[in-house]
């Protein structure tokens, strides 16, 4: 891929978008460590190794994809950083939610719809891996149970989306409802991982999954509706900029 090609993208209109988003979300992760992502030393250490457990088969997938991809089409790597870049932005804008907690955007379901699940396990993985050292946004011993959520589960639903609407939906709609949702289930998952670490002494995990999931859902529907509009902004820029490599890619593009 030119470089050429990515600076005639119509960035001023994006940009205005993520300032948008920015404004909305307020200060950036490191300002408030209780941030969601699950922070550092907040679980149980029993279920931070079995989410660990969870996520590596994924990463090693991922890893093996992306190396083969980068073999056979090493033009698709400016992309994969545009993946990674708009995953760990999004991902690190946050609004306080109803419990001193906040909510944020996920960025994962343009990596999932350009390059699937696999490859989006690694680059959530590294985001969340830079979070945690660079913005005190997440933790090490969480890094399985956020990748899980955010870079596996997320991505998982968007590209599942993906593939059963791109042909039998409007392409700015689908692309909508794969980020929007991936949003949402990204926060489903961690509601439900804190919901197993702590039940509610009364009504156990599924009355402690609906305490966490209704405090969630008050901020993190409006971020999933306004990540879903940017990421069809960003796709459609991607459409009539990068039309070449979002084929080679098998992503549709006209």
Known sequence: MKINQFNSIQW????????????????VAWAKPQAMHIMEGFLPPVWCVLWFAV?????????RHISQLVAVKPETRLLLGLAGAFAFVLSALKIPSVTGSSSHPTGTGLGAILFGPA???????IVL???A??????GLTTLGANAVSMAIAGPLVAWVIWQVLKNRAPLWLTVFLAAALA????????????????????GGVMASLLKFGAIFAVT??????????????IFNALRSNAPVELQTLGVKAA
């Open 12 to 27: 001023p209109r994006v940009g205005w978008a993520f300032l948008a988003l920015m404004l909305l979300g307020g200060q």
């Open 55 to 63: 996520a590596i088969p994924f990463w090693i997938m991922g890893f």
């Open 119 to 125: 490859v989006m396990s690694v680059l959530g993985g």
């Open 129 to 131: 891996l830079f979070q």
């Open 133 to 138: 050292l660079l913005l005190a946004h997440g």
């Open 183 to 202: 949003d949402l289930v990204t926060y489903g998952v961690t509601s439900l991982q804190l919901a197993l670490a702590y039940p509610d002494p009364v």
């Open 220 to 233: 993190q529907i409006p971020l999933a509706i306004s990540e879903g509009i940017l990421t069809v902004i």
